[in-house]
C-alpha cells in the first residue's frame, strides 16, 4: 500500500512539474507572437497545471487508511477532485471561446509565428511522454485522481497538435502568398481546442460522478464477482442481495450467502474468506461484507435468480429441514 501511494505522488508531482514549465513557456511566446491559439493553449496547460495540483493532493489524501470519522476510507476523495478539474475545463474553454470570437471579429496579424510552431511541438511531445505514465500508474492502481490527469494531458497533446498546424498554415501560407493574410486560421484552432475540452470535461464529469453517486460496479466487474461465488457450489447454496460501489480505488461488495443450515459457523467463515481471496486476486482494494444464511431449499423470491441448486438437490435440502 505505502509503495502504491508513493507512485501514484510520484508521478502526480512529475505533471504538475511539466505543467507548470509549459504554462511559462506558452504565456511567453503567445504574448510575443501576438497569437490567442498559443495563449489558449496556455490556459489549458494552466488548467492542467490546477487539475494536477488537486490530483497531486487527491492521491495523497485518499491513502490515508480509514478513521473514525471516514470509516469507509478517503477514497472518494478522488472522485471529488475530478469533478472540480471538470468543471475548471469547462471555464476554460468558455474562456478561450470568448477571446477567440473576438480576434475572428477582430484579426490581427502575428510575429513570427514559427515560434509559435516550436512551442507547440515542445508541448506535444513533453505531454505525451507524461500523459503516458500517468494513464500506466493511474490504471496500474486504479486511480481516477490520475487517470483525469492524463486525459487531461493527452488532451493537450491533441489541441497542440491542432494549434500547430494552423499556426503552421499561416507560416506557410503567407510566406507563399506575400499580402495574403490567414490569421483567421489562429482563433480558428482555438476554438477547436476549446471543443476538444469540453468534450474531456464532459465525459471526466460523467466518470467522477458516477461514483460519487455510489453506483454499482460495471457489468463486467459484476460477472466476476458472481462467477467467483459460484465456484464454490454446491457448498454455497446460493446467494442474493448483492449491492456493490466504489469509492476512489476502493470496491465494496456486500451480498448474503446461503449454505446447509448444518453447516458450521468455522467452515462458513472459510468458504468466505476464500470468495474474498478470490476476488481479490483481480480487484486488490476490495472490502467485501458477507452475510451468511441458512438454506431449507424453499427458493425465496429474493434467491431464484442465484440458485446454485439442482431440482434434487433442492428437494433434499426441503426434506432434511422437515
Known sequence: MENTLRRK???ALLSVVSNSALVLLKLVVGFLIGSISVISE???SAVDLVAALIAFFAVRKSGKPADA???F???KVENISGTVEAVLIFLAAGWIIF????KLRYPEPLDEPGWGVLVMLFSAVMNTVVSQLLFKVGRETDSLALQADAWHLRTDVYTSAGVMVGLGLIWLGESAFPGTHFHWLDPGA???VALLIIKAAY???IKSARDLLDESLPAEELDLIRSHIREFAPEVRGFHRLRTRKSGSERFVDFHMLVDADMSVDRSHQISDRITDAIKEHYRDTTLTVHIEPCYGDCLPECVDECLLDDD???AAKKKSR
Do not use: Y
Not at 477571446?99 to 473576438?102: I, L
Open 69 to 71: 470519522d471516514h470509516p
Open 99 to 102: 477571446e477567440a470570437v473576438k
Open 73 to 75: 476510507g478517503h477514497g
Open 42 to 44: 496556455a490556459i489549458h
Open 203 to 205: 465525459d471526466l464529469t
Open 190 to 192: 482555438a476554438i477547436c
Open 9 to 11: 505522488t510520484s508521478v
Open 313 to 315: 438437490e433442492r428437494q
